[in-house]
């Protein structure tokens, strides 16, 4: 889309994360464009290292589907915009010019999905590691071992999720987890 008008120029692409990384360093382009997924890895994990190469990288990401836990995180470390694939060619616009000028920008359909959760208690860092785990099916016990924590921690890590989370059991837990972009899923 960006390629048809003749105001930008596209000075690289790919869909390697490291590559992306090497492009983004060599070319420094005034605003960068990173699908929500590379080939191989998440764009939201790379996002640090763009800021270290440079502090004030102008980043948009550009998502298929996302869930309110990716783009709320995505906005904490330092993108500017966060825009669906699905979107119209206005937004993609409208986000690269406001990234240009350093401005946040959020379209419609991005802003209800992260505001469909907007207000309920954020997970725990120790909170996250476990509904991590439950997506990875692990049990209690497992969990526990692999945290170096009580099951009775385990437990009560699970109890403030499914009430932050707003689900009664394990298989919503992940299913939420996953649906939500609260935790990652490497398949």
Same mark, same amino acid.
């Given at each position: 889309?960006?390629?048809? %008008? ?13 590559? !992306? ?16 997924? *590379?080939?191989? &890895? ?12 440079? @502090? ?12 309110? !836990? ?17 979107? %119209? ?18 379209? =419609?359909?991005? /802003?209800?999905?992260? %505001?469909?959760? *907007?207000?309920?208690?954020?997970? %725990? @860092?120790?909170?996250? =590691? ?8 692990? &049990?209690?016990?497992?969990? /526990? ?6 099951? =009775? ?6 109890? =403030?999720?499914? &009430? ?24």
């Amino acid at each position: 889309m960006l390629a048809d %008008t003749e105001r930008y120029t596209i000075l690289a692409s790919t869909a390697d994360a490291k590559e !992306g990384l090497e492009l983004f360093q060599r070319s420094r382009p005034d605003v960068v464009i990173l699908g929500l997924r *590379f080939v191989d &890895s998440c764009s939201i994990d790379a996002l640090p290292a763009y800021f270290e190469i440079e @502090p004030t990288a102008k980043v948009v990401i550009l998502a298929d589907n996302a869930g309110d !836990g990716e783009i709320a995180k995505a906005l904490k470390l330092g993108a500017l915009a966060f825009v669906s694939k699905d979107g %119209t060619t206005q937004d993609l616009l409208a986000a690269v010019e406001a990234a240009a000028l350093g401005k946040k920008y959020v379209p =419609n359909d991005i /802003a209800e999905v992260l %505001t469909a959760h *907007f207000g309920e208690d954020e997970l %725990t @860092p120790a909170e996250t =590691n476990v509904l991590q785990s439950i997506v990875s099916g692990m &049990s209690n016990k497992e969990i /526990a071992f692999a945290l170096d924590v009580t099951e =009775n921690a385990v437990k009560s890590h699970i109890q =403030n999720i499914f &009430s932050k989370i707003g689900v009664s059991d394990r298989t919503s837990a992940a299913t939420a987890a996953i649906r939500r972009g609260l935790v990652r899923v490497d398949l």
